[in-house]
């Protein structure tokens, strides 16, 4: 079992930068790979961001890259998700969630099995 806590969001200007956490609780969460997504309102969840469980590799939607970046420290148990550049298509309840042990990190949310509860980014123009 993982439980995941998310934190970091904010009302932020247009360019601006925000950086999410993730912490998790749980043995497994070293070896788990991790993944952001993120819902507007009144649209479908969207894969955000992932990691791989030894943090080697990454990957983005085409909507972030070369704007967010996504990290983990295991030692801390947290995954992170730097944001810079925001715009305000970025709004959106952001949420972490974890896979099974050892598989690859994922895009689809049936690719990971806990969730965290969301923490809330909203972007003024």
């Known amino acids: 079992q993982v439980q995941l806590v998310e934190s970091g969001g904010g009302l932020v200007q247009a360019g601006g930068s925000l950086r999410l956490s993730c912490a998790a609780s749980g043995r497994t969460f070293s070896s788990s790979p991790m993944g952001w997504f993120r819902q507007a309102p009144e649209k479908e969840r969207e894969f955000v961001a992932a990691?791989?469980?030894?943090?080697?590799?990454?990957y983005y939607a085409d909507s972030v890259k070369g704007r967010f970046t996504i990290s983990r420290d295991n030692a801390k148990l947290t995954v992170y998700l730097q944001m810079i550049g925001l715009n305000p298509e970025d709004t959106a309840v952001y949420y972490c969630?974890?896979?099974?042990?050892?598989?690859?990190?994922?895009?689809?949310?049936?690719?990971?099995?806990?969730w965290g509860q969301g923490t809330q980014v909203t972007v003024s123009s």
């Open positions: 969630a974890a896979g099974g042990r050892f598989r690859p990190p994922g895009r689809r949310g049936e690719d990971y099995d806990y």
């Open positions: 990691i791989s469980w030894t943090g080697g590799s990454t």
